[in-house]
């Protein structure tokens, strides 16, 4: 257990359709990042948070959005979505804004949408 | 495009050293060299970083060439369960919030310890 609790694990869905990822950093951590793998893909990083600041925004579609809340905890909300958004999306949390350290994962969702 | 350069496989027998190499020739001075790890669609786990020195940690070495183009991470005593996809990234240090544009995660090596 790394300490980044990501829900759920498994969603499936239709196109069109709208989902919400949930993810709750290492306790202590205050940056959030979002980072999406396609079928043998690389990961793209998508957005990160800094309590409760957007700081850094990658190639996150427009249909996507995020959040993150005063408890800390961050949504990944995905809409109108097509087969192509069929990925695992990943959260990874670290202490500060951009430090030296490594980031932290967690285990991922995997969506699938249909 | 990724800024690092890694063979896609590699074999390791079990037991024994393995070294994965990574080439970063277009590094810059404030890019760190970070090294992660992937188990079968789990997510990355890191494994060490440096910037210039070398690195050693509980989990494994990192081996930085002088010219800092290219470094190379050894897992001393492979067991099966290093069997992953590892990753090279560079990541320059900077309190600098778009920082985290730049990593760029190319698709790794995906090694195979063998019994």
């Known amino acids: 257990d790394s300490g980044v609790t990501q829900t759920p694990k498994h969603l499936i869905t239709a196109t069109g359709q709208r989902v919400t990822l949930r993810c709750s950093p290492r306790?202590?951590?205050?940056?959030v990042y979002w980072y999406q793998q396609s079928l043998d893909q690389g990961l793209q990083f998508l957005i990160q948070?800094?309590?409760?600041?957007?700081?850094a925004k990658g190639n996150i579609l427009e249909r996507f959005s995020a959040q993150q809340f005063p408890d800390l905890h961050s949504e990944l909300n995905l809409s109108s979505l097509e087969l192509g958004d069929s990925a695992l999306y990943f959260c990874?949390?670290?202490?500060?804004?951009?430090?030296?350290?490594?980031?932290?994962f967690g285990s991922g969702t995997r969506l699938t949408v249909v | 495009d990724a800024k690092t350069t890694q063979p896609p496989s590699m074999d390791c027998a079990e037991g024994r050293a393995a070294n994965l190499p990574c080439n970063h020739s277009?590094?810059?001075?404030?890019?760190?060299v970070y090294w992660y790890r992937q188990i079968h669609s789990q997510g990355p786990q890191y494994i060490i970083h440096?910037?210039?020195?070398?690195e050693t940690n509980e989990m494994a070495s990192l081996i930085i060439t002088e010219d800092r183009k290219s470094s190379t991470l050894i897992l001393p005593h492979a067991t099966l369960r290093d069997t992953a996809v590892y990753y090279c990234?560079?990541?320059?240090?900077?309190?600098?919030?778009?920082?985290?544009?730049?990593?760029?995660w190319g698709l790794g090596t995906s090694l195979a310890v063998n019994p």
């Open positions: 277009t590094i810059s001075g404030n890019e760190y």
């Open positions: 990234i560079v990541r320059p240090y900077r309190r600098n919030a778009g920082n985290n544009r730049k990593l760029i």
């Open positions: 306790s202590g951590d205050l940056s």
């Open positions: 948070y800094y309590n409760g600041e957007e700081r």
């Open positions: 440096g910037l210039k020195n070398n």
């Open positions: 990874a949390s670290s202490a500060a804004d951009d430090r030296e350290d490594g980031y932290t």
